[in-house]
């Protein structure tokens, strides 16, 4: 889709998860089949969007997702140094985009259809809309958020409403008490949070079901057997429908 721009959240310490994956491996390198990570399936399902661009915002463990996103043509990955939320992260994310609408994903969540290009429509249609957030049928964040530029950066203190929080639900009634009506699309169907190690056990189990056993990179590079990883820099910083109050 053109000017879709999306950034995956995957700095993620992962500490719920200790004991259920190695600790070499950060929360979305999570193994769900073979050598196939829970990156790659998310990765593999964003790309069939077909954006612009795709960034990786990565912090705990970095490194290794550079490692392994080395068979990956056309995806940065850019180190978190702050480590301040992954609100405020996206917050430095949206000022780097070329666009002025920025689709923010976490990287431990999984759905079977983003719907990105409805969400994208929705939000463009909503007026004096900061944010989107995708949410299930109670009013909870499913992991995909649209920032918009315009709407955000209007906000006088918008660098302390974003500083130290997270992409979730408290984030959200933050953001309507200081920015303006948040705008959300409410989504039913199959959504997978790995943060816990039953929550793993409960993805692998649904990813074993639909008999996909191993996933190939779409785009694979020349230099597939190089360790250097892709282009890195480092930074400081089913019921459809929309409303503006959660449920």
């Given at each position: 889709?053109?000017?879709?721009?999306?950034?995956?959240?995957?700095?993620?310490?992962?500490?719920?998860?200790?004991?259920?994956?190695?600790?070499?491996?950060?929360?979305?390198?999570?193994?769900?089949?073979?050598?196939?990570?829970?990156?790659?399936?998310?990765?593999?399902?964003?790309?069939?969007?077909?954006?612009?661009?795709?960034?990786?915002a990565t912090g705990h463990l970095g490194a290794t997702v550079r490692k392994h996103m080395v068979v990956y043509?056309?995806?940065?990955?850019?180190?978190?140094?702050?480590?301040?939320?992954?609100?405020?992260?996206?917050?430095?994310?949206?000022?780097?985009?070329?666009?002025?609408?920025?689709?923010?994903?976490?990287?431990?969540?999984?759905?079977?259809?983003?719907?990105?290009?409805?969400?994208?429509?929705?939000?463009?249609?909503a007026t004096q809309t900061p944010i989107t957030a995708s949410v299930t049928s109670e009013g909870l964040p499913r992991g995909i958020f649209v920032?918009?530029?315009?709407?955000?950066?209007?906000?006088?203190?918008?660098?302390?409403?974003?500083?130290?929080?997270?992409?979730?639900?408290?984030?959200?009634?933050?953001?309507?008490?200081?920015?303006?009506?948040?705008?959300?699309?409410?989504?039913?169907?199959?959504?997978?949070?790995?943060?816990?190690?039953?929550?793993?056990?409960?993805?692998?189990?649904?990813?074993?079901?639909?008999?996909?056993?191993?996933?190939?990179?779409?785009?694979?590079?020349?230099?597939?057997?190089?360790?250097?990883?892709?282009?890195?820099?480092?930074?400081?910083?089913?019921?459809?429908?929309?409303?503006?109050?959660?449920?």
């Open positions: 889709m053109k000017g879709l721009e999306i950034v995956v959240m995957c700095g993620g310490l992962g500490t719920r998860l200790a004991g259920a994956i190695p600790p070499s491996l950060p929360k979305c390198l999570a193994p769900i089949a073979g050598e196939t990570t829970f990156l790659d399936i998310l990765i593999e399902g964003l790309r069939r969007e077909r954006p612009d661009r795709i960034t990786l043509d056309g995806i940065e990955c850019v180190e978190d140094t702050e480590r301040g939320g992954t609100a405020q992260c996206a917050l430095h994310h949206l000022k780097l985009a070329n666009t002025n609408n920025l689709v923010v994903v976490n990287g431990d969540t999984w759905q079977e259809n983003f719907d990105l290009e409805l969400i994208m429509s929705r939000h463009r249609a920032l918009s530029k315009q709407f955000v950066f209007r906000t006088l203190n918008h660098e302390a409403v974003f500083q130290g929080q997270n992409l979730d639900a408290k984030f959200l009634f933050r953001v309507q008490r200081h920015m303006g009506p948040v705008n959300f699309h409410f989504k039913d169907g199959p959504f997978y949070d790995i943060g816990t190690p039953k929550d793993l056990e409960d993805f692998r189990s649904y990813w074993k079901s639909r008999g996909v056993l191993r996933l190939s990179p779409a785009h694979p590079t020349e230099s597939a057997s190089s360790a250097e990883g892709p282009t890195t820099r480092p930074t400081t910083s089913s019921t459809e429908g929309q409303s503006s109050q959660p449920r």
